[in-house]
């Protein structure tokens, strides 16, 4: 069970995302102590796909037992216009089948087994026991009412897949614990057309402000009022030094959100930070000391372990503690 103040913290973050609340302040600091009161909610990863094979109900339904406090799927649109959940461009990376999303109806995904290529230990346990591709619809059915639920959007053209995902958002009365998220700015301007969309920032925003405070170039342009933000805590970049004849590349792991480039977010009241890929304990803890509202985690059985481990107040290091407190 999760102790009261972790509860609080899941549940401020519920209450301001989807309905753009005030921001969490789980930082605190003082001259003698710095310490957070509270721990960043837990996202399930394409529904889990470290539990389960990926944007599977299967998946969806392990990440609800293992207690994630909200859920992110990935969205394509089959052969018949239906918004199914896959990530990939081909059917082959995690399937039995080949080929794209759209070559098939949503009756055919339903039939091919996602599971697999799903690998745990030396076994593949789904390979005798198939689970197909679910629709966005289903996927709504599948969790609780009160769960917000984070739509990726992959795959081009963003308009008519945007025309079909508004349909079933209309059609179950679902805006309003549904968030869109996606790398492609396309979908963030077809989704601006609906104004009960919930919209995260185009990710091209949001890492070139972070880069510009991590090359001490000063916070410009901090997201407006309740503006949603994901972007991995720590990523693998190339840095590219041109020349007159030429360029240099320099590859670094470069983490992304410190206590600079959360100062720049949090300017404004109510913007919300997510950070991907946080899967180990020591990640989990800098989100917290950094304040961060959530984590998109691929195993909520591990992350939820690793949290209910954690003894509120969590002490941090001066280093990781979020400045803009």
């Not at 030396?122 to 009160?146: F, K, N, Q, W």
């Not at 805006?175 to 057309?193: G, L």
């Not at 998109?296 to 002490?315: E, H, T």
């Amino acid at each position: 069970m999760l102790s009261p103040s972790v509860r609080l913290a899941a549940g401020s973050w519920m209450a301001g995302f989807v309905l753009a609340g005030c921001s969490l302040t789980p930082v605190m600091n003082t001259d003698a102590v710095t310490q957070a009161n509270s721990l960043p909610a837990i996202i399930a990863h394409r529904g889990g796909t470290g539990d389960a094979p990926e944007n599977t109900l299967d998946a969806i339904h392990l990440s609800i037992e293992h207690r994630a406090d909200a859920m992110w799927l990935t969205v394509q649109l089959s052969k018949d216009g239906v918004p199914v959940l896959y990530r990939p461009a081909d059917l082959s990376a995690l399937t039995d089948a080949k080929g794209p999303v759209f070559t098939y109806t949503a009756a055919e995904l339903a039939r091919v087994n996602a599971g697999w290529n799903f690998r745990r230990a030396e076994a593949y346990p789904y390979r005798d026991h198939p689970v197909g591709i679910p629709t966005l619809r289903e996927a709504l059915h599948a969790t609780p009412a009160t769960m917000p639920v984070i739509l990726d959007m992959k795959a081009l053209p963003a308009g008519p897949q945007t025309q079909a995902v508004v349909r079933v958002l209309d059609e179950e009365n679902a805006w309003q614990r549904v968030s869109i998220y996606s790398t492609e700015a396309d979908y963030q301007r077809s989704f601006a057309a609906y104004p009960q969309a919930r919209l995260f920032e185009s990710r091209d925003a949001t890492r070139e402000r972070l880069v510009r405070v991590l090359l001490n170039q000063g916070c410009v342009d901090a997201p407006a009022e309740r503006t949603m933000t994901a972007f991995e805590l720590h990523r693998a970049l190339t840095v590219v030094e041109k020349f007159t004849l030429g360029e240099g590349r320099s590859d670094v792991q470069a983490t992304l959100w410190t206590p600079a480039t959360v100062a720049c977010f949090r300017q404004k009241p109510g913007v919300r930070i997510v950070a991907i890929a946080v899967n180990e304990a020591d990640h989990y803890r800098m989100a917290a000391c950094l304040g961060l509202d959530a984590v998109l985690a691929d195993s909520p059985s591990k992350m939820a372990a690793i949290r209910d481990g954690i003894a509120l107040p969590l002490r941090c290091p001066r280093s990781r503690a979020s400045s803009g407190q």
